[in-house]
Nanobody, 121 residues
Framework: EVQLVESGGGLVQAGGSLRLSCAAS????????IGWFRQAPGKEREGVSC????????YYANSVKGRFTMSRDNAKNWVYLQMNTLKSEDTGVYYC??????????????WGQGTQVTVSS
C-alpha cells in the first residue's frame, strides 16, 4: 500500500521558518518524482515544488523561489521542504504527492493526508 505521511507543520510568525517532512512507503521511492503541493482556504491546490527521481532536478513555483528548498533522501524514502522567510500567503495545508513517473510532468498517483501551515502576520 502506497503511503505518504507529512509532518512538521505548525503556526509561525511571518519571516519565520518551518521544515516539512514526508515519509514514503509501499512503492519504489527512487523511481518516482515527488512533489509538494498546498491548498489555501477557498483556493485550489497548487504545486509548490517537485523533484525528479534519479537526477534530482527540482522545480519551484515562482511564489516560493529563493525561499523554499526541497530535498529528497532516496536511501531513507523521505522528502523535505525547508521553508524560510514565510509569508501569510504561504498559509495552507501542505501535501506531498508521488508523481506518475520519474519526471514532474505527470499526474499525482498518491497523496499524503496533509499538514497545516499557518503564518501569522
Amino acid at each position: 500500500e502506497v503511503q505518504l505521511v507529512e509532518s512538521g507543520g505548525g503556526l509561525v510568525q511571518a519571516g519565520g521558518s518551518l521544515r516539512l517532512s514526508c515519509a514514503a512507503s509501499g512503492f519504489t521511492f527512487e523511481d518516482y518524482a515527488i512533489g509538494w503541493f498546498r491548498q489555501a482556504p477557498g483556493k485550489e491546490r497548487e504545486g509548490v515544488s517537485c523533484t525528479t527521481s534519479t537526477d534530482g532536478i527540482t522545480y519551484y513555483a515562482n511564489s516560493v523561489k529563493g525561499r523554499f528548498t526541497m530535498s529528497r533522501d532516496n536511501a531513507k524514502n523521505w522528502v523535505y521542504l525547508q521553508m524560510n522567510t514565510l509569508k501569510s500567503e504561504d498559509t495552507g495545508v501542505y501535501y506531498c504527492g508521488a508523481m506518475g513517473g520519474r519526471l514532474c510532468d505527470g499526474a499525482v498517483l498518491s497523496w499524503g493526508q496533509g499538514t497545516q501551515v499557518t503564518v501569522s502576520s
